[in-house]
């Protein structure tokens, strides 16, 4: 068996995946440029949104593991049921309409709870239907795939909002969720036989690893606590940025329509060429990339400098992503975790979910300051971040070539 080849199930993930891009590029950057329009540009409003959001996120990744490990097909339904949920979530956008502004509590509670329960599932799955040899192909093909879908999809929906109204759009998406659930029944899952696999403990799986100093899992967990910060409120800060400087919804869909070609360019040397000897020297042009692009903003906030900046976040953020989620799962098999895999991913979403929250809550309070003095100050701060997150995994990745060279 060829387990560089992605079986039908990764394929049934990826599919389900693309219709998530969709879903989420309306349900995050699009409701982002709808609660600024109709909030006159409340960025703390913003910021609570995803504050809520992270914050059940990250407390449901404590609960929610037990769920998935008691039952082979456990995962399945769960993912199914945040599907569900997100297309009620979606439904509750379309029935509010400019109410939106006054429930976007009750929204992202909604939001929240999906993203629990999808994402907490689709890790789990994502690990074991791929392996060491095809997970950086899987994500490479994936961010290809849904990189495609980003430079039709962005278009169609920032004309339809301008030309027709936001509760359209609105209904199209719905009937994608409704698609998508139907794949996601499509997806089985092989249990491994040959794993015992332990009762799910957080608390049992953190003493486990702690007397284990010498696993690179630790180093990851660590660049966890940056990448929620760096990864979600910059995508975010694009955002505003860009709406507040375009204006227009069209103009925000035309520009990620446009670096979503170079996103399919980046993706693709990614695949061809990353590996971990030379993985320094591309996380280290990836880094300097989002720091020379933010630091530009910091100097001067005008469309040359946020063209740049968009540039630099779209390709570079997809790299760190797939580098991000590849390790995720290698690391169950190099440090001997497997018995804990529905533990490692849970307390990585729990890390990660956190670290967007102190993210947002940087952002709420800038939007609350209202200065744009400490705005810039938060877009360096990230941009530092950056470079220390890029160390990180750069080290995480040199240690794994270290290991595999001895090996040979």
């Known amino acids: 068996m060829n387990k560089e080849k992605l079986g039908k199930n990764a394929i049934f993930l990826i599919a389900s995946d693309l219709i998530y891009t969709i879903t989420e590029l309306f349900a995050r950057t699009f409701l982002v440029a709808y609660l600024l329009k109709i909030t006159n540009d409340n960025i703390t ?3 609570l949104y995803y504050m809520i959001i992270n914050f059940i996120h990250a407390m449901g990744s404590i609960f929610i593991g037990k769920f998935i490990k008691n039952g ?8 199914s049921l945040g599907i569900i949920i997100r297309a009620i979530f979606i439904l509750f956008i379309v029935l509010l309409g400019n109410k939106l502004s006054n429930m976007f509590v009750i929204v992202a509670i909604f939001c929240g709870i999906s993203e629990t329960l999808y994402w907490s599932a689709h890790e789990i799955i994502f690990v074991e239907i791929t392996n060491n040899e095809n997970r950086k192909s899987y994500m490479a093909i994936k ?7 980003n430079i039709v999809a962005p278009i169609i929906l920032g004309s339809t909002i301008e030309l027709y109204s936001f509760t359209k759009i609105a209904i199209y998406v719905l009937a994608l969720s409704i698609i998508q659930i139907v794949l996601s029944f499509q997806i089985k899952i092989d249990s491994k036989v040959n794993i015992k696999k332990t009762k799910f403990s957080l608390k049992n799986y953190i003493s486990t690893i702690k007397t284990k100093k010498e696993l690179k899992v630790h180093k990851y967990y660590k660049s966890n606590l940056l990448y929620g910060i760096v990864e979600d409120p910059m995508k975010t800060l694009v955002t505003i940025i860009t ?6 919804s069209l103009n925000l869909g035309i520009l990620t329509t446009i670096f979503s070609i170079f996103q399919i360019a980046v993706m693709y040397l990614y695949k061809k060429f990353y590996n971990k000897s030379n993985a320094k020297y591309i996380l280290f042009a990836v880094s300097s990339l989002i720091f020379i692009g933010a630091m530009g903003l910091v100097i001067d906030i005008d469309k040359i400098t946020l063209i740049i900046y968009n540039f630099a976040c779209t390709t570079g953020l997809c790299i760190f992503d797939a580098i991000y989620n590849t390790q995720k799962g290698d690391l169950i098999k190099e440090c001997n975790i497997e018995q804990y895999d529905v533990e490692h991913v849970m307390f990585n979403s729990i890390l990660t979910c956190s670290s967007r929250f102190i993210g947002f809550s940087l952002i709420l309070i800038v939007g609350i300051i209202d200065n744009m003095v400490f705005f810039k100050g938060l877009l360096a701060v990230i941009a530092i971040l950056v470079l220390i997150y890029s160390r990180i995994i750069i080290n995480i990745e040199r240690e794994e070539n270290n290991e595999k060279l001895n090996n040979n």
């Open 45 to 47: 409003q913003v910021s």
């Open 72 to 79: 082979k097909y456990n995962k399945t339904k769960i993912l």
């Open 143 to 149: 961010k290809i795939a849904s990189t495609i879908v």
């Open 243 to 248: 709406i507040m400087t375009f204006k227009t």
